[in-house]
């Protein structure tokens, strides 16, 4: 482990948050893992394993719980955020007086604020401290594969070439393998619209479209990523990576992919209303929709699978006819 770094915060007690915990705690940081709720951390703390969202893994000794945020940021010399990407902006106001602003923070949770349109470290950098340095890190990473120490890469991605270094140093490890890369919109973009696409995956799946429709989709899907990417000043090769293509096709794939499933619940008839409640997990392709279809139209970006899983949450139009909708489009150049 770097020796500037011993003590690893980590906000959040989702399956995300749960397994960065283990893997940094794996590498032999003292971790802090904080709940939100703290019927929720002394679940945790009582059981040794995450049993709500992650069951089965248990945490090592060098794994910590709190609701307490004066005890969870004390003395981290790095912050893991993730917290889902719609609550980030009211939990991090909660926390801000705690925080130390040399101590750095990486975001793993992806998605875009509605109200405001800002992707993870955008919202966090609005909230704390002029002068935290945030990063992200992102990629195809399902967090039961990882907790079961499954292969896995991903990317951490920030402005400040030393500090996605540190990050890429402390959590890879033999089974979890880190890149670095300076594009963190692109990265986040990435990130927050595959969830959107992952939806439409899981839409395909529910009314047996078939597999040459979701290799359409995916093909497709990334076009558009990379089109309002590159329109928000992101590089072009960010979306033949990790964070683009890799993580894609993970999210489509997984048959435990959370918004692959809640799409296919709506393929199969499920309102997307019904879909969330039919999940303990955070489905934040379902906001993402129509926060991408607003970005896009802020900067003029055409997103039509976008525009039709937005349809479909809707309800303003059924599965197969958002579907004939796309192929019915006027004819075009790849």
Sequence with gaps: MPSEWKNISVLGDGAMGTVCALI?????????????????????QQHRENRRFLAGFKFPDNISVTADPAVALEKPDLIVSAIPCQFIRSVWKKLASFHHASTPVVAVSKGIEVETLMVSTQIIESVLNAGTQVAALSG?????????????????????????????????????????????????????????????????????????????????GVVEIARLGEALGAKASTFSGLAGVGDLVTTCI?????????????????????????????????????????LAEKHGVDMPITRAVAAVLDQTASPREAISSLMTRELTNE
């Design 24 to 44: 940094l705690a794996d590498a032999g940081f003292d971790v802090t893992l904080w709940s939100n709720f703290p019927e929720q951390a002394a679940d945790l």
């Design 254 to 294: 997984s048959p435990v992919g959370r918004n692959r499933s809640a799409g296919e619940k709506i393929g199969r008839g499920m309102t997307a209303q019904e879909a969330i409640a039919d999940t303990t997990s955070v489905i934040e392709g379902i906001a993402t929709t129509h926060a991408v279809l607003k």
């Design 140 to 220: 195809p990473s399902i967090a039961p594969e990882l907790a079961a120490k499954k292969p896995c890469t991903v990317v951490a991605a920030a402005a400040d070439a030393e500090l996605a270094t540190r990050i890429q140093r402390a959590f890879s490890n033999d089974y979890f393998r880190v890149y670095t890369n300076d594009d963190v919109i692109g990265v986040e973009i990435s990130g927050a619209t595959k969830n959107v696409i992952a939806l439409a995956a899981g839409i395909i799946d529910g009314i047996d479209a078939g597999c040459n429709a979701k290799a359409a989709l995916l093909t497709r």
